[in-house]
């Protein structure tokens, strides 16, 4: 199983996918066990990525809890942002990209039971113990068909029959496992790679065969499809990326540009430009995260 969500800090040109590999046990408790990134970030990243993915490994909340309360004060100069807050709609300040990576983190390990609002342990000592989580049963059952209350996409499974975890999982018809297909984080960065480089220039066109308004694409000051007012946007396509800049919620690409226009999530937008400068490939909705 996955979680993920997307990231954009437009003051440090950080565009991507945060991801957290989930394992569900036989009693039914599900433990993160890898953390990692796609998409237009520093590289340095993955070397923190895969610190906190050891640490994961111990299986020790209080920890790992330790560590990302530490990095929610890492700050950069003149990298801080503002960017939603898991869990509740609103938008904060944020001290630098790795503070939200932490605090997205943090949320997850929440919603699992693992760690408390201030991201202590729960439960005596560092490990939690079925008795400390009303689970109904295994994640697994209790996920199934439904929609995630923060995003509203579907839960997808992956079965690690062959590990011996879990159980093999019951036959899928072809076009029900099309749909489920995850594919790997680095085929997915090379398809986005090749969508970027190819809608470069062009992204005016792209976004009205998308279906964002004209009128948002004028070069105008106007209101922001993000977060309104009156003249504070405007659309300039300053470096080729479908740029636009906007005095309330800064500054972003075509990508973020048609998430606010369309209210889709990041990945429907880039598999409708996808579409649109004929690239092929297959589909990444297992994936799919909260709008960022």
Not at 79 to 93: C, E, S
Not at 108 to 121: H, M, N, Q, T, V
Request: hydrophobic share 35%; with cysteine.
């Amino acid at each position: 199983m996955s979680w993920t969500w997307d990231v954009l800090n437009p003051r440090a040109g950080d565009d991507f996918v945060v991801g957290l590999k989930e394992l569900e046990l036989p009693d039914g408790t599900v433990r993160p066990y890898s953390v990692w990134l796609s998409g237009v970030y520093p590289r340095v990243l993955d070397g923190l990525c895969k610190l906190l993915s050891v640490d994961m490994w111990v299986h020790d909340p209080a920890w790992i809890g330790l560590k990302l309360r530490k990095l929610l004060n890492y700050a950069e100069a003149e990298l801080d942002f503002m960017h939603w807050m898991p869990g509740n709609g609103k938008q904060a300040h944020y001290p630098s990209t790795i503070a939200y990576i932490a605090q997205l983190l943090l949320h997850r390990y929440k919603l699992l039971g693992l760690l408390d609002g201030e991201g202590r342990a729960l439960g005596d000592g560092s490990m939690v113990g079925p008795e400390h989580r009303t689970s109904g049963g295994p994640l697994s059952g209790r996920i199934r068909d439904k929609r995630c209350t923060e995003c509203g996409n579907m839960p997808c499974l992956r079965w690690m029959a062959a590990s011996g975890v879990l159980p093999a999982a019951p036959p899928v018809p072809a076009a029900e496992r099309r749909r489920v297909t995850i594919m790997e984080h680095r085929e997915f960065e090379q398809r986005l790679s090749d969508v970027k480089g190819r809608a470069e220039g062009s992204w005016t066109a792209i976004l009205e065969a998308i279906g964002v308004e004209a009128k948002l694409l004028n070069r105008r000051n106007q209101p922001c499809p993000g977060c309104g007012g009156t003249d504070r946007f405007q659309y300039t396509d300053k470096y080729r990326h479908g740029d636009y800049f906007c005095r309330g919620c800064g500054a972003g690409d075509g990508f973020r540009l048609a998430e606010m226009a369309l209210g889709l999530g990041f990945i429907d937008v880039f598999k409708k430009v996808e579409t649109v400068v004929e690239t092929g490939g297959g589909c990444w909705c297992g994936f799919a995260g909260p709008t960022r």
